[in-house]
């Protein structure tokens, strides 16, 4: 197939006069030490440490996170064919060649007029999202292609101006709030300094000085004895003038950032973000904001810990976050993806609870706007678990105990389908108010749950979320005991409700 980029495209491509911008940045920067400096938080980490996590997040427990962008149209590889398709002898770079032609003649950014989300309904997707029993919603403002899904002040490339022509992260961050929902929103403009680099090789569109604005800066990620190659300083400014910008548009509860803002020269940027946004955040007297980051990016008192397609295999007393995907391949739409389970995904969703987690469930949507049918099922499928056992997982906090049971859990990041499968002596347990939640993520054998742990608790009262009728059970030294109804209430895992 061979496609032709509209002159009319290249005229709006115009970039913003190298002077508009940099004093755009300036004022931005500005207004961000300014911000800093006026309290409660100041831009050092003794100060940051003070920050306090908002019940709302720890309450909500389950959130969706959507990668979407210019990439959904390719839809071949993951989310990261803008980077592949310039990295030669990678698959996503011969099919690209095979499919559109050369580089140097149809770039990513040909791609632009091609994602035009002429089906993308905020409303639809925001009922969703409620009916999926999230309780906050993290699209992706800014991906490493440097494709602002929003209406970003510093760039003419963006879905605000080009492609769609509509302001994305506004539209949605109405629909959501509408629904009652949390809005957060992520940014991974830092990953752009490295993120074209490949571009640079050979004849492609990334050297054409009329692209810059685009494809740059393009830099190589590594230096040449393999060292992470350090963002400018111009780069961070960009960066913080970016998300602030996000910040102040959409008053986002969340913002959600990648790895690689952990590169030492961002420490007083990161500083400067946190105390903006979290003075913000007082200004705005809502119920409060928080940052998501990876590794040791801040400290762990400063922000939320974020793992990526991976748990902890054991409770931390700080809250923390898991970010993972209903796709298995990519994050963004590609075509023939594989799936998740329903199943699974309940049972990490109560796995990470137990100790002290959240989860944030991401899906991918194609580039007409709309959300493949198997997502939207197993969404409608978490969602129905959570209608009927949602009381053990929301608002709930974990017990002295997470749980027990044969099947070792793999802690760390990209190990999500590390783990075996949970079996019917695999329990959790979360606590909230006056009752006990032991969590089967499997249906016991021999018609009996067997609660090792609760062999010294005083038991009342044991219910089964969803099931009819009294429960039988005893207690004596092998654990408690609990007889099982003939018929299953769920298809997943199995809350058992004990009061004292």
Sequence with gaps: ??????????????????????????????????????????????????????????????????????????????????????????????????????????????????????????????????????????????????FPMYDCSFTEWSAAKMGPKRDIIGELAAAVRKQGLHFGASSHRLEHWFFMEGGRKFDSDVRDPRFESFYGPAQPRETADGKQNQPSEAHMRDWLARTTEIVDKYKPDLVWFDWWIEQPVMQPYLQKFAAFYYNRAAEWKGNGVAINFKNEAFPPQAAVLDIERGRLDKTRDLFWQTDTSISVKSWGYIENDEFRTPDSLVDDLVDIVSKNGCLLLNIGPRSDGTIPQQARNILLAVGGWLKVNGEAIYGTRPWKISGEGPTEVVGGAFKDTASKPFTGQDIRFTTKGDALYAIALAWPENGELVVKSLADYPVKKVDLLGAAGVLSWKRDASGLRVHLPAKRPNDYAFVFRIRQ
């Design 1 to 146: 197939m061979k496609l032709r980029l509209l002159p009319a495209l290249l005229a709006a491509a115009a970039v913003v006069s190298a002077q508009t911008y940099e004093e755009k940045v300036r004022t931005a920067v500005n207004k961000v030490d300014r911000v800093a400096a006026q309290g409660p938080f100041r831009p050092a980490w003794d100060s940051l440490k003070t920050y306090r996590l908002p019940e709302w997040y720890q309450d909500a427990k389950f959130g969706i996170f959507i990668h979407w962008g210019v990439y959904s149209v390719p839809a071949f590889g993951s989310e990261w064919y803008p980077r592949q398709m310039y990295m030669e002898a990678t698959p996503e770079f011969t099919h690209h060649v095979a499919t559109y032609g050369p580089q140097s003649k149809f770039g990513y950014k040909d791609f632009i007029p091609m994602f035009k989300a002429e089906k993308f309904n905020p409303a639809d997707w925001a009922e969703l999202f409620r009916q999926s029993g999230a309780r906050y919603v993290v699209p992706v403002a800014e991906h490493h292609d440097g």
